[in-house]
C-alpha cells in the first residue's frame, strides 16, 4: 500500500514538473521495452503501435528525442522507424542519421556470433528457453520457464559462459543477458548529453539503474514501483500522458 501511494505522488509531481520544463526544452531518453511498450512474452514481435509512432514523431519534431534499449539498431528500427537511437546499451549510436559504434565492436560481433552458434543447443535442454543474438550479445529469454529450478540451471549455466567468453552478464525482467564488457546506458547517455541542458531519462528495469545513478542531475522516471534509483516513479500507464503533458 505505501509504494501505491508514493507513485501516485510522484506521478502528481511529475505532471506538474513536465508543464514546467517545456520551456526549457530538454534532451529526452526513453528505454523502448517496459517503458514505450509493454513487456511481452514474445520481445520479437513487439512493435510499435501507431499511437506511439505518432508520438514519437511529434516529440523528434519539438525535443531532441533518444530510444535508448538493449535491442541492436537493425530491431529496433524496424519496430519504430528512423530515430535518434542508442542501441545494445550503449555499443551503437544512431544519431542524425549517422551509425557509430564503440572500439572493438567488431571482437564482440565475432564472439557473440560464437557464443551464440555454440550454445543455442540450451533450447533443447532447457524447456522454455529462448535464445536470442543480437550484434554485440546474446540474450537468453527466461519468461517461458515454468520450473523454477530449470532457471536456476539455466542462471547458472549463463554464469559460466559469461567467464568462458569474457563477457558481462546482466539480468533484468525474464532475461538473463551476456553483453560487451564495459557497456551500459549510463554511460552511454552521459555521451551524448549536453551539460548545458536538463534531460529526462525514462525507463523501467535494471539496465536503467545505470542511466539513473550516472545521470543524478537529471529529472530520471522508473516506469514502476520497484526500489529505483530514480527520482520519480509512475505506472507504465501514465508514460504517454506524461509525455503527452510535454507536447501539449
Avoid: W
Wanted: glycine residues 8%.
Amino acid at each position: 500500500m505505501l509504494l501505491t501511494v508514493i507513485m501516485i505522488m510522484h506521478e502528481n509531481k511529475l505532471f506538474e514538473l513536465a508543464r514546467d520544463m517545456k520551456s526549457l526544452v530538454p534532451q529526452i531518453f526513453l528505454d523502448y521495452d517496459g517503458t514505450l511498450v509493454p513487456i511481452i512474452k514474445d520481445p520479437e514481435v513487439n512493435q510499435a503501435d501507431k499511437e506511439l509512432i505518432g508520438l514519437l514523431t511529434s516529440f523528434a519534431s519539438v525535443y531532441e528525442t533518444y530510444i535508448v534499449t538493449g535491442r541492436d539498431l537493425g530491431e529496433i528500427t524496424n519496430f519504430i522507424g528512423e530515430y535518434n537511437i542508442i542501441g545494445l546499451h550503449g555499443a551503437m549510436f544512431h544519431i542524425n542519421g549517422e551509425t557509430i559504434t564503440i572500439p572493438g565492436f567488431q571482437k564482440y560481433e565475432e564472439i557473440s556470433m560464437k557464443l551464440y552458434m555454440e550454445n543455442y543447443g540450451m533450447i533443447n535442454k532447457f524447456k522454455g528457453l529462448r535464445i536470442y543474438r543480437k550484434s554485440g550479445g546474446v540474450l537468453f529469454h527466461t519468461g517461458n520457464i515454468q520450473d523454477k529450478c530449470t532457471a536456476r540451471s539455466v542462471m547458472e549455466t549463463v554464469k559460466s559462459l559469461a567467464l568462458q567468453y569474457n563477457m558481462e552478464m546482466h539480468t533484468g525482467i525474464d532475461i538473463i543477458e551476456l553483453r560487451i564488457p564495459g557497456v551500459n546506458k549510463g554511460r552511454a547517455i552521459k555521451m551524448v548529453r549536453n551539460v548545458n541542458r536538463q534531460a529526462i531519462i525514462m525507463g523501467d528495469d535494471a539496465t536503467d539503474e545505470d542511466a539513473f545513478k550516472m545521470n543524478p542531475d537529471a529529472i530520471t522516471v522508473k516506469i514502476g514501483d520497484e526500489i529505483t534509483n530514480a527520482r520519480y516513479s509512475i505506472s507504465y500507464s501514465s508514460v504517454r500522458p506524461f509525455l503527452l503533458a510535454l507536447l501539449r
